[in-house]
């Protein structure tokens, strides 16, 4: 037990009348785990929402239903509040949720002016109809519908009728969103809000106005006891004069406070960066979007966001009674008893560490932080909208099922291939209380993970930690790992397996253009041999960083990677490869033959920041061209207008993968089960790989 390192932590407290058993939150995200149709929630956020409160956090704020609902069509994946008849199934959530000795509020928000591909069908709203762009965000050009004041009445009583609702159904308290860039804020913030009426932005009475009023209904139906937590924005960065300066921050909060509310959370919106407000590592991503000198002294921008809330939060709590709660991205457990201790905040909010674990708390508490899934800040999960959200190291999230049941009966399992979708079917299979053998031919375990940290870095996203786990994990449940092993279908089929799972990964695929051969092009085969070779000696932060100062471009220790570079293939590992390249000063154009490859793969919020910052780094991008031959010259090509055009190059790189089934062949109908999984199956990325490893292995 490390209880007394988290002392704060795991100490109990409360938010009004509710008493919380420790200081962890589940902070409130959409998962899209509930279903579209009459019955909303099902077994997915059942399953999941039950494995956090089991996992052992104090509140869960579970995500905001469908506001906006009668407007909405039927296939949003929210739960809805409109109608009494909703109120049991409801129920039948904020019970599992209470089994387990945690509270749980919901969050309600409207998205106001934001939307895009956001949005269904119902109208943007806010203040004003004010015309925003941001090339980082996803605010349409059309300005948003400004509400009347009929309309913001309706908008009151809406509210307040749904909140009767979900304290019906069980719900111990309620979170109100005025902070993002949602409605709220956009009557909150003198940018959005340029109306001329008692709601304007003439006084901070004024622009409160309808939070206020909603609030203080709420109050009025619900009883003053029932907790109202309000999420804000202590500051406003990058809207100018316009923005809630750090002085407007402490007024909003005193305004609440002085309403009843009941506990506070606080963070900073960044304009014109909806997802990166919240998710703050994509500011750094591909190179910090902002520009050094307007960086402001009322955020912490050290550690690529990790605590850039600490400080309006601190300032907030110096001047409330309330408790105060803060998330930033990327709090562990660590920062938070740092924050708790230093009195910045009361509570503390998670979310995506339990999307990769709901058992964060627990593990933290028992002293087991290497039994912890890590979340490795990727977003992925914040790439599918309207779609069950997927997680790279948590294959359950998004499932009915987080556990892992015991097989029936025990069998001789061998896996093949010791990538994330190999590692994870050995640790599944030997949790279920199979006999499990591991084979890798290489020298490490990780497959091409240690290559994506040489190539992506790791500071933003900590691919190692993945490794490490699942090392960790094999470990401990005994998996018998044979490290430079290559199997044939002999060495296995005298093994007697009851079971073979083969992971081996897929091979290295090149386009049919004439010129291969030529002395400028460098396979990404020989590229990946010689990484890996590098990576038996060296860890992926060592190579990375070395490869900033010398970039090998073969065995042949004299040849180097030339300045001009043609990458072919524009999918994911085009475009990192081209973002590699680009940072250590190469000229870089990439080919990419199939308009619909370009950047696939990559999370929709890491497309546009890459893509930008190609744009500004001089990166060019040819999407659906032909490819007419290689020579010593470079590349040439037909681009889709149809012009010809050479692309001089130094080194051409020609990436992308192919299935690999050749083991899987010739092993079919010779042992009792078989199956081929992950990158041989089907070459993807690694929410793909983990979540095959952890299906077939739950059904051998
Ligand atoms: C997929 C996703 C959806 C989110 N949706 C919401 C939301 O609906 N409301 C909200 O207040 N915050 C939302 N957030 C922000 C989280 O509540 C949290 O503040 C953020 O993930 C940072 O905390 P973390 O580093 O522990 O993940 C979302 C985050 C993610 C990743
Ligand atoms: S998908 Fe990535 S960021 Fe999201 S929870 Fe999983 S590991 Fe963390």
């Known amino acids: 037990m490390t209880t007394n390192k988290y002392e704060k932590l795991f100490s109990p407290y409360h938010i009004g009348k509710v008493q919380l058993k420790n200081r962890f939150v589940k902070t409130a995200a959409q998962t899209y785990f509930f279903e579209s149709g009459e019955r909303r929630v099902g077994d997915i956020a059942k399953a999941f929402y039950g494995a956090v409160a089991k996992g052992g956090v104090g509140l869960i704020i579970t995500e905001t239903p469908a506001m906006e609902w009668p407007l909405l069509e039927d296939g949003d994946r929210r739960f809805r509040v409109d109608n009494d008849k909703y109120i049991p199934q409801i129920k039948e959530l904020t019970d599992l949720v209470h089994k387990h000795d945690c509270k749980v509020f919901t969050q309600f ?307 093949v291939g010791g990538g994330p979708a190999g590692m994870q079917a050995a640790r599944v299979a030997a949790e279920r209380g199979h006999d499990v053998t591991l084979y890798e031919a290489g020298y490490y375990l990780g497959g091409n993970m240690p290559m994506s940290a040489t190539i992506k870095g790791t500071t933003l996203e900590d691919i190692p930690s993945i490794i490490k786990f699942f090392k960790t994990q094999l470990k401990k449940l005994k998996v018998k790992v044979h490290l430079v092993k290559e199997v044939t279908p002999d060495t296995i089929l005298k093994e007697k397996p009851d079971a073979v799972v083969i992971a081996v990964g897929a091979v290295p695929g090149y386009p049919d253009v004439p010129g291969l051969d030529s002395p400028n092009v460098i396979k990404s085969a020989t590229l990946y041999n010689l990484v890996r070779f590098v990576l038996i000696f060296f860890s992926p932060k060592f190579s990375h960083w070395f490869t900033k100062i010398r970039l090998p471009g073969g065995w042949n220790p004299f040849k180097t990677i030339g300045k001009r570079v043609v990458i072919i293939g524009g999918a994911i590992h085009g475009c990192q490869l081209g973002e590699f390249m680009a940072k250590r000063g190469r000229q870089v154009t990439i080919v990419e033959p199939d308009e619909n490859n370009v950047g696939r793969l990559l999370a929709p919020e890491y497309k546009n920041r890459l893509f930008i910052w190609f744009r500004k780094k001089g990166v060019v991008m040819y999407s659906g061209a032909k490819l007419v031959g290689i020579n010593k010259e470079g590349l040439k090509i037909i681009t889709k207008e149809g012009q010809e055009k050479m692309l001089p190059a130094d080194s051409i790189l020609p990436v992308g993968f192919v299935s690999n089934t050749e083991l899987y062949e010739k092993l079919k109908g010779k042992v009792p089960e078989l199956y081929n999984i992950g990158d041989c199956d089907n070459p993807a990325i690694l929410p793909d790989a983990t979540g095959a490893g952890w299906k077939i292995a739950n059904q051998i």
């Open 109 to 415: 928000y409207h998205r106001g002016p934001w939307g895009k591909e956001y949005q269904f069908i119902a109208q943007r709203i806010a203040a004003s109809a004010v015309h925003f762009v941001s090339e980082y965000d996803v605010h349409p050009d059309d300005p948003p519908h400004a509400l009347t004041i009929e309309e913001i009445e309706w908008w009151v009583d809406h509210f307040a009728s749904c909140a009767v609702r979900v304290q019906k159904a069980g719900y111990d308290g309620l979170e109100i969103n005025a902070g993002a860039d949602h409605l709220f804020h956009s009557f909150i913030s003198r940018f959005w809000n340029r109306r001329d009426d008692e709601y304007g932005p003439q006084t901070m009475e004024n622009r409160m106005r309808f939070v206020v009023n909603v609030i203080k209904e709420i109050k009025k139906r619900c009883g003053e006891d029932w907790p109202v937590q309000v999420l804000m924005n202590a500051y406003e960065f990058g809207a100018g004069e316009l923005g809630i300066t750090k002085e407007e921050g402490i007024e909003i909060a005193k305004v609440y406070e002085s309403i009843g509310v009941d506990s506070l959370q606080v963070r900073n919106h960044l304009h014109g960066h909806h997802q990166g407000s919240y998710l703050h590592n994509l500011l750094w991503y591909p190179e910090l979007c902002i520009p050094k000198d307007q960086l402001c002294e009322e955020m912490d921008w050290s550690k690529y966001g990790d605590l850039i809330n600490v400080p309006s939060a601190a300032r907030v709590k110096k001047v409330v009674t309330k408790p105060t709660i803060m998330t930033t991205g990327g709090f562990t457990a660590d920062y938070a008893e740092m924050v708790l201790q230093k009195g910045y905040a009361d509570i503390i909010g998670f979310n995506r560490r339990l999307f990769a674990d709901p058992n964060y708390p627990n593990r933290i508490r028992e002293g087991r932080p290497e039994d912890i899934q890590p979340c490795t800040h990727c977003n992925n999960c914040a790439k599918l909208y309207n779609q069950v959200r997927q997680c790279r190291i948590n294959a359950a999230f998004g499932l009915t099922r987080y556990e892992i049941d015991k097989a029936d009966k025990k069998k001789k399992v061998i896996v």
